[in-house]
């Protein structure tokens, strides 16, 4: 296995529910159950309980079989998933997120405005909705680096916060990480995002956050949130 493959693998095995994680990881690749369970040569239901943790936890050749099909079909539609997270695979010391809270709350409605941000999914959450911070995040860097354990650090004092993703190329992986992840912010910005893509919007629509767009710069969103 290569570093990516050894990652996966990794988070996989020591994961408290191992299939969520694969689940995780097929839907990151944008691979149906239908085509892993066609390479695998076993059945859909077998992944399904797999991903519902109603299996015991995977062995060691199941996740290895199960990496080398998800890496294999990338390969096959040209590897741009596997080239995009290697980009990203290599520990560094630079920090992969910002917190910043706010002195007092603001509304949904105006953190969009604020932000020059478009609403792509429930727009009627934003004007009840209470931030009292946000958190810049590399969307890849939060999935490559970030343990289960860890993932509570981005929510600092409060998860009454939105969640900002950069370096995004469909919007579907950082939408994935918040589906399975334990604790949700109250909404999410992806950052310089043209088209979204469906499986995001229907997660944003399945949790009830809203989720937006912004062309601004994160530089350009801290001086602008940096005024409140």
């Excluded at 079909?73 to 997120?97: C, H, M, W």
Aim: cysteine-free; overall charge positive; hydrophobic content about 40%.
């Amino acid at each position: 296995m290569d570093s990516l493959q050894e990652r996966i693998a990794g988070e996989i095995t020591l994961s408290e529910t191992p299939g969520s994680t694969m689940k995780k990881w097929r839907e990151l690749f944008g691979i149906s159950q239908i085509e892993l369970a066609k390479l695998l040569k076993i059945s859909t239901s077998t992944i399904s309980d797999y991903e519902g943790n109603r299996r015991a936890s995977p062995g060691a050749g199941v996740i290895k079989r199960f990496i080398n099909a998800l890496f294999s079909i990338d390969a096959q539609r040209g590897g741009e998933v596997v080239r995009n997270l290697q980009k990203f695979n290599s520990a560094n010391e630079e920090p992969f997120y910002s917190i910043r809270d706010f002195s007092a709350p603001i509304s949904g409605i105006d953190f969009a405005r604020i932000i020059d941000a478009k609403i792509v999914a429930n727009p009627s959450y934003l004007d009840t909705m209470k931030l009292f911070g946000y958190t810049l995040l590399d969307s890849l860097r939060v999935i490559l680096e970030i343990s289960p354990a860890e993932y509570p650090r981005l929510f600092g004092t409060t998860n009454e916060r939105a969640f900002i993703f950069d370096q995004v190329s469909t919007g579907r992986s950082p939408m994935v990480v918040v589906r399975v992840a334990p604790i949700k912010p109250r909404l999410v910005v992806i950052q310089n995002l043209d088209a979204v893509d469906k499986l995001a919007v229907k997660i944003s629509q399945i949790e009830h956050i809203p989720l937006l767009t912004t062309k601004l710069s994160s530089e350009e969103i801290k001086v602008r949130l940096g005024n409140l």
